[in-house]
C-alpha cells in the first residue's frame, strides 16, 4: 500500500480553494435572498458601477468573502496583512511596484491625504483601492486618475477607510 503525504502548504492552498468555491456556489444558489449572479460581482471587480453588488458587499459577507477572492485573482496590486505593527499612526505599506500611505493634512486637521505611489507608470493604474480588515469589515475608495505616477486624494481622519488603512492587519487590494 502506498501512503500519499500531502505538504502542509499545498493542503492549506487546496482547503482555501475549496472554500472560495463554495462561496461562489453558496452566492448563485442562495436561498431565503435574492441570487446574485457570480458575473454581477465579476463585473464590479472589472471595475463596473453596480449599486446592488455595491449594497451587498457591505451587507452580505458571502458576497464580500467571493468578491475579496476574485479581487486577489485579479488585482494590480496586493498587499497583505502586515506581519508586525508599526509605532506610527498611519504606517507606510508596500509591495513590489506600489507604496500606499496617508499623511495629515496641514490645511484641514480633520483629513488625510491618501498617496498610492506606483513605482512605474502603467497604463493600467488602479481605479478602486478596497480594504478588508479583520473581523470582515470592508471598505473601499474609488481613485482618481494617477499623475506621474502618483494617486492622490483626501480621506476624512475619523472614516472608516482611514481607519482600516491605519491598521497593520487591513489586507489591501488595489484593481
Not at 504606517?91 to 500606499?100: D, E, F, K, N, S
Not at 493634512?105 to 505611489?117: K, P
Given at each position: 500500500?502506498?501512503?500519499?503525504?500531502?505538504?502542509p502548504?499545498?493542503?492549506?492552498?487546496?482547503?482555501?480553494e475549496?472554500?472560495?468555491?463554495?462561496?461562489q456556489?453558496?452566492?448563485?444558489?442562495?436561498r431565503g435572498?435574492a441570487?446574485?449572479a457570480?458575473?454581477?460581482v465579476?463585473g464590479?471587480?472589472?471595475g463596473?458601477?453596480d449599486?446592488?453588488v455595491?449594497?451587498?458587499?457591505q451587507?452580505d459577507l458571502?458576497v464580500?468573502?467571493v468578491?475579496?477572492?476574485?479581487?486577489?485573482?485579479?488585482?494590480?496590486?496586493?498587499?497583505p496583512q502586515a506581519?508586525?505593527?508599526s509605532?506610527?499612526?498611519?504606517p507606510?505599506r508596500?509591495?513590489?511596484?506600489c507604496?500606499?500611505?496617508?499623511?495629515a493634512?496641514?490645511?484641514?486637521?480633520?483629513?488625510?491625504y491618501?498617496i498610492?505611489?506606483l513605482?512605474?507608470?502603467?497604463?493600467?493604474?488602479?481605479?478602486?483601492?478596497?480594504l478588508?480588515?479583520?473581523?470582515?469589515?470592508f471598505a473601499s475608495v474609488d481613485?482618481?486618475?494617477?499623475r506621474?505616477?502618483?494617486?492622490q486624494?483626501?480621506?476624512?481622519k475619523d472614516?472608516?477607510?482611514?481607519?482600516l488603512?491605519a491598521?497593520p492587519?487591513?489586507?489591501?487590494?488595489l484593481r
Amino acid at each position: 500500500m502506498t501512503e500519499i503525504v500531502i505538504s502542509p502548504d499545498l493542503k492549506e492552498a487546496a482547503q482555501t480553494e475549496f472554500g472560495a468555491l463554495d462561496q461562489q456556489r453558496d452566492l448563485m444558489q442562495a436561498r431565503g435572498r435574492a441570487g446574485l449572479a457570480l458575473s454581477r460581482v465579476y463585473g464590479y471587480v472589472q471595475g463596473g458601477t453596480d449599486e446592488v453588488v455595491a449594497h451587498a458587499l457591505q451587507s452580505d459577507l458571502a458576497v464580500r468573502r467571493v468578491y475579496q477572492n476574485l479581487l486577489r485573482r485579479q488585482a494590480l496590486f496586493h498587499i497583505p496583512q502586515a506581519i508586525a505593527a508599526s509605532s506610527e499612526e498611519y504606517p507606510m505599506r508596500h509591495c513590489a511596484g506600489c507604496r500606499v500611505r496617508l499623511q495629515a493634512s496641514r490645511a484641514q486637521e480633520d483629513q488625510v491625504y491618501l498617496i498610492i505611489e506606483l513605482a512605474d507608470q502603467r497604463s493600467d493604474s488602479p481605479t478602486r483601492l478596497n480594504l478588508f480588515g479583520v473581523d470582515e469589515v470592508f471598505a473601499s475608495v474609488d481613485l482618481p486618475a494617477q499623475r506621474n505616477g502618483v494617486i492622490q486624494t483626501l480621506l476624512d481622519k475619523d472614516s472608516s477607510q482611514a481607519r482600516l488603512l491605519a491598521d497593520p492587519k487591513t489586507e489591501i487590494i488595489l484593481r
